[in-house]
């Protein structure tokens, strides 16, 4: 099996990626949170620091373009090929409210023709690997049979599937007759995405669809970042491991970062996922939450990992 990390906008840049790689080995692939080329054709400089080869070097990259406009597309495209790298990941997944207003993410879903006209022009102009990530509709499922049909057009390094419509944001269960579906039918190879949280999770899945190759995880990674052991192993998240995992990131945070109340925005986001993987958690998350300054996060994390122990098994969620 090939494990691949989802890109989370504002978490999984390149701090994060490089702590889960040093501490959690194992994700065969790594995609950044979507680049979104602008009319000056200029990367802003946040999304430079986090493409930067020297900011990724021991670990697999993947770009993530966000744009309805192929010219765009090309140009973001052909900058990363002159940093080195040989693919590019179109997203059509994002169901955010003022992408989907713009017709991208998985906005773009619904402007089919436009969408063919896209890909056609991206994958014959562009000598690199080109993969998409992508939902099964944007009102109904029934419009992933189309969408199909114009994916196998197109040779793609793969097809990752996150089988809900933009509609469901994150709730509902996905769909996995729709999936069946595609694993059949595609001409592209197939990777599956969407609410794989725990081990269990991941065998149910693989019994269902044995013929699969490749999973990405997301949310299920941030809770634990060490559930790829864990599906390989069977080996637990260890209290050790995850406090120096913690430590790295925080660190490199204040490094890069300006204003401990930046900081601790961005540790925050964190906590509500990581925050899960403990026995009883809550009292410590409220102060983690509350804290205004460093000092006062700092005891509040400590108390946390002190106090507390690590869940060993834990129940399929929904995120």
């Known amino acids: 099996m090939r494990y691949y990390f989802a890109p989370m906008e504002g978490i999984t ?40 080869p020297e900011h990724n070097n021991q670990i697999h990259l993947v770009p993530q373009i966000l744009t309805n406009q192929a ?23 994002c169901p955010s409210g003022t992408v989907v207003s713009k017709r ?17 022009k991206v994958c014959s102009e562009l000598e690199m690997k080109i993969s998409i990530k992508t939902r099964i509709g944007k009102d109904s499922p029934k419009e992933f049979y189309e969408l199909i049909e114009i994916f196998n057009k197109y040779h793609l390094e793969e097809l ?32 599956y995405n969407g609410d794989l949280f725990t081990v269990q999770d991941y065998e149910n899945f693989v019994e269902q669809f044995p013929d699969i190759h490749m999973i990405m995880l997301g949310r299920g990674l941030l809770m634990n970042p060490g559930l790829l ?26 490094e890069t970062i300006s204003g401990g109340k ?18 009883n958690p809550d009292k410590y998350l409220k102060k983690i939450k509350k804290s205004e300054k460093l000092t006062d996060y700092e005891i509040a994390v400590s108390n946390l990992f002190r106090e507390q122990d690590l869940i060993e098994h834990i129940p399929s969620i929904s995120l």
Not at 16 to 38: E, Q, S
Not at 263 to 278: A, I, P, S, T
């Open 104 to 120: 991208k993410g998985s906005g773009f879903l619904a402007f089919r023709d436009e969408l063919d006209q896209f890909l056609d």
């Open 13 to 52: 840049g390149y701090i994060y990626r490089n702590a889960h790689h040093k501490f959690y080995p194992g994700v065969d692939k790594y995609f950044t949170p979507f680049l979104v080329p602008n009319q000056n054709r200029r990367f802003s400089y946040r999304e430079m620091q986090d493409i930067m």
């Open 262 to 279: 930046n900081v601790l925005f961005k540790m925050k986001e964190l906590w509500f996922y990581m925050g899960r993987m403990f026995t």
């Open 229 to 254: 052991n864990g599906i390989e192993t069977h080996t637990v998240l260890g209290k050790v491991s995850f406090r120096q995992f913690h430590d790295t990131i925080y660190h490199g945070y204040q």
């Open 71 to 93: 010219d765009a597309f090309i140009w973001t495209a052909l900058e990363l090929k002159q940093l080195g790298y040989d693919e590019v990941n179109l997203n059509l997944g």
């Open 160 to 191: 990752i599937i996150h089988p809900r419509i933009q509609k469901d944001y994150y709730k509902n269960t996905p769909n996995l007759e729709v999936f069946g579906d595609a694993l059949a039918i595609s001409g592209n190879p197939v990777c």
